[in-house]
């Protein structure tokens, strides 16, 4: 497996979410569709002809804007931006997120070796902790320690690392940082620790 040599050199893996753990769109799109729900409900605009739309300008475009493109489209009223902002906070989803099986496989080996595994995210605290409530961790989860980088700076600072270090009386050298944006690389190297792309065990 791609990630042996990773799990016998080191003691301890700090990783990122969104698209390091799980595949960002899946709590996107869940949300989408909550939102073209709430919207059908309140404006009486068709839900299906909303997901329609939202799912494709996040195709081409991504999620930057994606309320105001999709309420203009749809004539929606910029008052519910609110609640479009509030359901990233606190949805709760109709189907729990997956994580990509390598990256489960590899939690599961980290937890059989004892050593230990940390989240560290960028993300808004109260958003990422509602989809680490929603992620089917398999049993795992009682081996996470959670560690939210705007509660110090967010990365590529490194003042969440160096707080991982001493609060757990760790070298370095046995730390592994798992992302996949610039933030996370810049971080790992900031903190002198090593880091690893994603991609490079999800990849065949």
Not at 75 to 81: A, Q
């Amino acid at each position: 497996m791609a990630f042996e040599k990773y799990i016998k050199d080191k003691q301890a893996f700090v990783f990122e979410i969104d698209d390091v753990l799980y595949p960002e769109k899946d709590y996107l799109l869940q949300v989408y569709y909550l939102f073209a729900q709430f919207i059908e409900y309140a404006e009486q605009i068709s839900s299906v002809e909303i997901i329609k739309g939202m799912q494709h300008t996040y195709a081409f475009s991504g999620s930057e804007g994606i309320f105001e493109k999709t309420a203009e489209q749809f004539n929606i009223p910029l008052k519910y931006k609110v609640n479009f902002d509030l359901l990233f906070l606190s949805a709760r989803l109709p189907l729990k997120l997956l994580m990509f099986n390598e990256m489960l496989n590899f939690l599961q080996e980290i937890t059989v070796e004892r050593k230990q595994i940390f989240i560290f995210t960028n993300g808004d605290p109260i958003m990422q902790l509602n989809k680490i409530k929603q992620m089917e961790w398999h049993g795992l989860e009682s081996y996470l320690t959670v560690y939210f980088a705007a509660e110090t700076v967010l990365k590529p600072a490194t003042d969440g690392i160096q707080e991982i270090l001493e609060k757990h009386n760790l070298k370095k050298e046995a730390l592994l940082l798992v992302g996949k944006v610039k933030s996370d690389e810049e971080c790992a190297a900031n903190a002198g620790i090593e880091y690893l792309n994603v991609d490079k065990l999800l990849l065949p």
